[in-house]
């Protein structure tokens, strides 16, 4: 007999808003017309793109930093345009990058605690796009290995380690990328592109290896994305301007594996996979809903599973990764949603009785150790991510080991780069002098300026007492 329901541990998964004050609040977030989420979190810091005259910023704040946000609270302020996307790097919780309208990347470390004051000099700046740079992603799996993607239809993937670009793709899109990529390994990417072309692409070899024209025949922006199994999920909009969801096959692109159509809004639907649990959830910029799709091997092999929604519409969305979740409350996703002012995380949550840990909402998921050096995979090696268990709660303070020798490697690195190089490259890339003395002139000024608030206050407890003593007399 035929079972009328689907079996699924994800069908009753729903999702709840925190409570106000557990939100982030007062902030002004960007109004930049870019289709970027605007928003990246990871288990240590949220990072928000916001509204700034003169140039671009964004916040970096500590996860437990919630409430009111001062409006004197320290960003991160390097960019001379608005910042259009931001990635935290899976190997280290305090390094994350930034592209801007000014044409350059930036890669910035935050200090342990969050920052004490405005941020301006990035550890180290990339240069090499001629239009902005609405696209970054790093590596996955590789070290320093990062990708950027501007509106010169141009993707470049740079050494961060040494400041230099390794890979530049410039005549594989006609039109502007909408969005990169990579697959589990991060062997491939797959681009999504204004001519309504999807592709799968060999970037160390700088090949094409699959490609689809017209995936989505309508013409507003497109999505797609790499499941683990090396299939292709893209969202787009069909002829009639309703929106899609479809599933491929990178070895045989002609038709999708599936379709699914929606709804006939007309924001663009950023997707976020889980790829332990292979659920793709759907955020649409302007929407005020999250839906949630389970992708299985079984026909349709796209399985709706519900909407979360709410009053207010989405001006971004981050997506925390696995190891930031709370395994004793069975949360299997926690997106923070951009309102025009404030940051809501919003909780998923799978119902179990059980207090006990759920090992079948939790595989081994991919921890925070790089499997490669960036030198290793532009020389062709690949390397799966290196899974942990959650089985006891992700444990930051291995994370924190963990980063200081990430910290060391990447100084290593770039003084490493400068004494082999070339005079020529020595010349065009930061030496790290420049770059310590720079570093040792912020500390001794935020030294100073603590030095001064204290003198202040000093004084000021001096003259308290002194009236004090006055009222006593």
């Known amino acids: 007999m035929k079972r009328v329901v689907r079996q699924s541990k994800f069908r009753h998964v729903f999702g709840q808003a925190v409570k106000n004050d557990q939100c982030y609040d007062?902030?002004?977030?960007?109004?930049?017309?870019?289709?970027?989420?605007?928003?990246?979190?990871?288990?240590?810091?949220?990072?928000?793109?916001?509204?700034?005259?003169?140039?671009?910023?964004?916040?970096?704040?500590?996860?437990?930093k919630t409430g009111r946000i001062d409006k004197s609270y320290p960003t991160v302020c390097g960019h001379t345009g608005p910042v259009l996307d931001i990635d935290w790097c899976p190997h280290n919780d305090h390094v994350v990058a930034s592209g801007s309208e000014d044409c350059t990347v930036m890669v910035w470390q935050i200090p342990e605690n969050g920052l004490v004051m405005a941020m301006s000099k990035p550890v180290v700046v990339l240069e090499g796009h001629s239009k902005r740079v609405g696209i970054i992603t790093w590596h996955p799996t590789a070290h320093n290995v990062l990708l950027s993607a501007g509106c010169d239809n141009q993707i470049i993937i740079w050494n961060v380690g040494t400041g230099e670009s390794m890979i530049t793709l410039d005549d594989m899109h006609q039109d502007v990328i909408y969005n990169v990529s990579w697959n589990r390994n991060g062997s491939l990417i797959c681009t999504s592109c204004k001519?309504?072309?999807?592709?799968?692409?060999?970037?160390?070899?700088?090949?094409?290896?699959?490609?689809?024209?017209?995936?989505?025949?309508?013409?507003?922006p497109m999505r797609a994305i790499f499941l683990s199994?090396?299939?292709?999920?893209?969202?787009?909009?069909?002829?009639?301007?309703?929106?899609?969801?479809?599933?491929?096959?990178?070895?045989?692109?002609?038709?999708?594996?599936?379709?699914?159509?929606?709804?006939?809004?007309?924001?663009?639907?950023?997707?976020?996979?889980?790829?332990?649990?292979?659920?793709?959830?759907?955020?649409?910029k302007g929407d005020s809903s999250i839906r949630y799709f389970e992708i299985t091997d079984e026909?349709?092999?796209?399985?709706?599973?519900?909407?979360?929604?709410?009053?207010?519409?989405?001006?971004?969305?981050?997506?925390?990764?696995?190891?930031?979740?709370?395994?004793?409350?069975?949360?299997?996703a926690r997106f923070y949603k951009l309102h025009e002012r404030k940051c809501e995380p919003i909780v998923m949550t799978v119902p179990r009785k059980s207090d006990l840990f759920q090992d079948d909402l939790y595989p081994d998921t991919a921890g925070p150790e790089a499997a490669l050096e960036a030198e290793e995979w532009f020389e062709g090696k690949n390397g799966d991510p290196i899974p942990i268990s959650l089985k006891n709660g992700y444990v930051p303070v291995k994370n924190r080991e963990f980063k200081v020798v990430k910290k060391n490697i990447l100084d290593s690195k770039m003084?490493?780069?400068?004494?082999?190089?070339?005079?020529?490259?020595?010349?065009?890339?930061?030496?790290?002098?420049?770059?310590?003395?720079?570093?040792?002139?912020?500390?001794?000024?935020?030294?100073?300026?603590?030095k001064d608030l204290v003198s202040s206050q000093e004084k000021r407890i001096i003259q308290l007492e002194e009236q004090m003593s006055k009222i006593a007399i």
């Open 195 to 220: 001519d309504k072309a999807i592709r799968v692409i060999d970037p160390r070899r700088e090949e094409i290896i699959a490609e689809k024209e017209k995936a989505h025949e309508g013409a507003r």
């Open 26 to 64: 007062d902030i002004r977030v960007s109004r930049v017309t870019w289709d970027s989420s605007f928003c990246a979190v990871n288990p240590k810091f949220v990072a928000i793109i916001i509204e700034a005259s003169g140039g671009g910023a964004f916040f970096v704040l500590p996860l437990h």
């Open 229 to 284: 199994d090396g299939n292709i999920l893209t969202t787009g909009f069909s002829r009639m301007s309703e929106r899609q969801l479809a599933l491929w096959n990178t070895q045989n692109m002609e038709e999708p594996i599936a379709v699914n159509e929606m709804d006939s809004s007309n924001g663009v639907l950023l997707p976020f996979y889980d790829p332990d649990t292979n659920v793709v959830y759907l955020c649409g």
């Open 299 to 332: 026909q349709p092999y796209v399985h709706f599973l519900n909407t979360f929604v709410t009053k207010e519409p989405q001006r971004g969305m981050g997506y925390m990764p696995k190891r930031g979740l709370d395994v004793n409350k069975c949360e299997i």
């Open 415 to 450: 003084t490493k780069n400068t004494e082999n190089s070339s005079p020529a490259i020595k010349s065009a890339t930061p030496t790290p002098s420049i770059q310590s003395e720079g570093k040792l002139e912020e500390i001794l000024k935020e030294i100073k300026s603590l």
